[in-house]
């Protein structure tokens, strides 16, 4: 059986990727979502005055951790010593969204694409948690990667990375 999906083995059963041979590299992932709420939501957000608090501050520490525990909810994801998770929002009011971009590093043997993903749907689901006694039809969407770079494939960049543009 061939594939191009690698998490599956020649009888297809799947199995965790052997990176050993594959050189260290820097290689750094961005990832990109949002979360699209009632006006009234969003103001209480970008007042700051949600009632259980900080709800930016507290998804960013969020999304940090969900980079760092992204091979604890991910099967078959290496687990990596990551060098930097950097977390952004930026707030629509147009919109009535709030976007997050996460970017992850490392250096190592294994891209950081999933860590990158973990991190913004961790901050996007820590922001409903948050705000879901005041608007229960929020809407997670658009989640996805922006770029990669490192490792043997080089650079990769998403043709249309609008969001956000943090």
Do not use: N
């Amino acid at each position: 059986m061939t594939t191009p999906l690698t998490h599956f083995d020649a009888q297809g059963q799947a199995h965790m990727v052997d990176v050993s041979a594959k050189a260290e590299t820097h290689r750094v992932a961005v990832a990109a979502g949002e979360i699209r709420m009632q006006p009234e939501t969003f103001a209480l957000i970008a007042s700051g005055t949600a009632k259980k608090g900080d709800v930016l501050g507290v998804a960013r520490i969020a999304a940090i951790q969900g980079a760092k525990r992204c091979s604890d909810l991910v099967p078959l994801c290496h687990p990596l010593p990551i060098t930097r998770v950097k977390v952004e929002f930026e707030l629509d009011e147009a919109a009535s969204r709030v976007l997050c971009r996460a970017q992850v590093e490392t250096l190592g043997r294994t891209g950081v694409e999933m860590e990158a993903l973990c991190a913004v749907q961790v901050g996007l689901l820590t922001i409903y948690d948050m705000c879901k006694a005041a608007d229960r039809g929020m809407v997670i969407d658009r989640v996805r990667v922006l770029e990669k770079q490192g490792g043997k494939s080089g650079e990769w960049r998403a043709a249309d990375t609008v969001l956000p543009s943090a």
